[in-house]
């Protein structure tokens, strides 16, 4: 066993499809940063010489985003984007409407609609009894015409039941809400994690069936700390990034 103080054992050499992915985590970077003028990527020859790597790898680096749909071959052209993906800022509390409005129209389809007993689980992060009746909205979200989110959101009934009368269609459940309550929003808690697509959710945001979606659940809150306002939001994974700006206090 080598001592503590020992230095440690050198690295093995990267095998190319570590390499690969490397490569293409930093291309994908590029993408969606706008580096690419006119969305085409550079020939395969400068991207090697740009990042020291080989033409091998810098064609399993572009094979890894043509399969995440990101960028295609284009005959006479070369490598260019085919699929834009969106930021969404996880550091302010905005309904999607503010967050993408510089990228165009976002509108709601009201799928269903109506009160419902709140779960147990739905309930409890409400602060409400069990079996209590909440408003029930499911929404499919378009952006310019696009299917980018499935959203299921639980609302206590005294405020909630306001909704009912508002242009959902048109307008963030986060305005309506700050409308209806006289003041801003408060805080939220979110999660979220990566989830595989049901054939139901798949459908609705036309995705292929099994393809990962990003699930962020937000519980948000009056500036009192009351809950008014649960989510469930499935994400299309390939047209939103989620961002944010992490401070470390010590």
Do not use: W
Not at 4 to 11: K, L, Q, R, V
Not at 49 to 72: I, K
């Amino acid at each position: 066993m080598p001592d503590a103080a020992s230095p440690a054992s050198p690295t093995r050499h990267p095998l190319r499809a570590d390499r690969a992915r490397q490569l293409a985590d930093l291309l994908r970077h590029q993408i969606l940063a706008g580096g690419f003028p006119g969305g085409v990527l550079p020939l395969e020859d400068a991207i090697a010489a740009d990042y020291r790597a080989s033409r091998n790898t810098v064609r399993q680096a572009l094979d890894l985003l043509r399969g995440e749909q990101l960028v295609d071959r284009q005959p006479g052209v070369g490598t260019v984007v085919v699929c834009e993906k969106y930021p969404h800022g996880l550091d302010r509390l905005q309904g999607l409407a503010e967050t993408l409005h510089e990228h165009g129209r976002v509108t709601n389809e009201i799928r269903t609609m109506g009160p419902v007993g709140a779960p147990g689980p739905v309930a409890h992060r409400l602060g409400l009894p069990e079996h209590t009746d909440v408003l029930r909205v499911e929404r499919l979200r378009r952006l310019n015409g696009l299917p980018l989110s499935l959203d299921l959101s639980y609302l206590p009934m005294d405020i909630g039941g306001e909704l009912l009368g508002c242009d959902l269609e048109n307008t963030d459940v986060f305005r309506l809400l700050e409308q209806l309550t006289g003041g801003p929003l408060g805080h939220a808690e979110i999660t979220l994690e990566a989830v595989n697509a049901d054939a139901h959710s798949a459908a609705v945001l036309q995705a292929p069936r099994g393809a990962a979606v990003l699930m962020l659940e937000r519980l948000t809150c009056l500036p009192d700390g009351r809950p008014v306002d649960l989510e469930f939001i499935r994400f299309r994974g390939d047209r939103i990034t989620m961002s944010g700006v992490l401070r470390r206090s010590l």
